[in-house]
């Protein structure tokens, strides 16, 4: 069997992996300030991607079935009380997505 595609293709992630890691270093370096513009998109992206992942969450749920909607909207509640308690995001997405794979489990 021929390795070499498999071989080539994980040298590629890797080299890929490693230019994302290495670039913001390269391009501001030490002494460089970084632009308001990466700033700004610093401070808004997260938010954003939350607001995104919210949509995605909610886009395919039946709304005419309570056995579709209530796992969703019991996780979400979960993932918000949680966010709200620890202010931690990690704890609080984990945690909700744990309650809602046990919830389509049992409806």
Not at 10 to 31: D, E, W
Not at 63 to 80: E, G, K
């Amino acid at each position: 069997m021929n390795n070499t595609p498999f071989v080539i293709l994980v040298l590629i992630m890797a080299l890929s992996v490693q230019l994302t890691r290495f670039l913001p270093f390269l391009i501001f370096g030490k002494n460089k300030d970084v632009p308001k513009i990466v700033e700004y998109f610093g401070k808004v992206l997260p938010a954003a991607t939350m607001g995104l992942l919210v949509i995605y969450c909610f886009k395919d749920v039946d709304y005419s079935s309570i056995s579709s909607i209530l796992p969703t909207v019991l996780a979400s509640i979960t993932v918000i009380a949680i966010h709200l308690w620890k202010r931690n995001t990690i704890v609080s997405i984990s945690v909700g997505t744990i309650i809602y794979m046990i919830l389509l489990r049992l409806m």
